[in-house]
């Protein structure tokens, strides 16, 4: 077999993309270098990965930060900020694209940890956490302190020496926690907890001595503000000086630039109250007094008037009022009868009119019905000479068919009464049945 020399090599794209890869990682420049762009195309891939690209006014370079090194972060990178990138440049195979592996980001112009803290405070006043609305008020006299603090630090020293000579009733609860370091936000959360938890204290205080952005950062610790701002319990911050800011002075009810102002701020001075209860005492006297004078006035005012000093001639006076007003009740009483009595009078004259007319009528018809009624008697047919006939039980025998030979009867004259016993019935053949006429 002959082989031509002058043949070409021929690479597949993956060969080729080795090829590339492997010239960029040997060369030391691109092992560890710093570049300076404008973030665009930002993802934070929910792997913990960010993909973003690196721009300037002339040119671009994709770029990935894998999760590993991305926790490491103290902000979350945005588009349109400035950064320093330091990483590496190398190739993507599979694509055949070469960018820039980042293993850590700086701001540009400004460091990492102020960028962190302003984008946390920034996210906090958007919830609201920060709002002066949802502050609780301090308890005026607070009986029961609790510090969250080093229990080694000055801070301490200078809570407790100013809270016994300003207000030595207040007892001081101790929650010792670290006030530096990773394990401090952890320590510093739980106290909140346990004192929300718990309610054994009328006002927290939290906070260090001053130090370095650093040193205070455990104080910007998102998940410390939130306990911070759940308390249900006042919270007053006391962290650095007076010219040191962080995340639990924006959502602490109240902030004290240092801890000795914490402690003046959550007690008030003895000497201060006893001032204003002597203000309060002397004002009270004052108002008692006042109120003692004016009831001695009036008292004085009750004591000269007449029915107290003259009873009996304002006795006089109203019995003479009440005898005037019996007088007239009495005369208008009379005069209500008369007028009564009048119109009864005249009401009576003419009942006893109508009454007499009624009477009148009355006795006019019954002497018509009397009249007529005499006209009507039996007795006036029996005066002008008949007689009525009657059994022995008075009923009036009217036929001969109402009674029979030995019948015992009586006949009634307009003078008297003749007995009889009857010895023949001859009825009339003329008469029609129960109208013949009887003969004894």
Sequence with gaps: MIVNAFEPKVLTVAQVNEYVKMLLDSEPMLADIYVRGEISNFTNHRSGHL??????????????????????????????????????????????QYQLYCESLEPDGIGA??????????KLLA???????????????????????????????????????????????????????????????????????????DVIIIGRGGGSIEDLWAFNDEGLARAVAACPVPVI???????????????????APTPSAAAEL?????????????????????????????YRTHLKRLAERRVLTSPERVLDEKRMILLSDERRLESAAKLLISKKRTVYDGYAGRLENSMMRLI???????VRATASLEAMSPM????????????????????????????KISFRTYDGTVDGEVTAVKPNPDEPAGEAGIST
């Design 127 to 201: 919830e609201g956490l920060c709002d002066e609305s949802r502050k609780k008020p301090l308890p005026k006299i607070p009986l029961r302190i609790g510090i969250i603090t080093s229990p080694t630090g000055a801070a301490l020293r200078d809570m407790i020496n100013i809270t016994r000579r300003r207000f030595p009733l207040a007892e001081l609860v101790l929650f010792p926690s670290l006030v530096q370091g990773a394990e401090a936000p952890p320590q510093l959360i739980e106290g909140i907890n346990y004192f929300a938890k718990t309610r054994s204290v």
């Design 380 to 407: 006036k047919t029996i005066a002008r000479g008949y007689s009525a006939v009657f059994n022995e039980s008075g009923e009036l025998i009217k036929s001969v068919r109402q009674v029979k030979v030995g019948d």
């Design 113 to 122: 940890l102020y960028l962190a803290f302003e984008q946390l405070k920034n």
């Design 360 to 366: 009148a009528a009355k006795r006019n018809a019954f």
């Design 266 to 294: 959550a007690v008030p001075d003895t000497e201060e109250l006893k001032r204003k209860i002597g203000n309060i005492i002397g004002r009270m006297e004052l108002l008692v007094t006042k109120k003692i004078e004016h």
């Design 51 to 96: 993909y973003f690209t690196l721009k300037d006014e002339a040119a671009a370079i994709k770029a990935v930060m894998f999760r590993s090194a991305a926790v490491k972060l103290k902000f979350m990178p945005q588009n349109g900020m400035k950064v320093i990138a330091r990483g590496r440049i190398s190739v993507f195979v599979r694509d055949g």
């Design 237 to 255: 911050s006391a962290v650095g000086h007076e010219i040191d800011f962080t995340i639990v002075d924006f959502v602490a009810d109240k902030r």
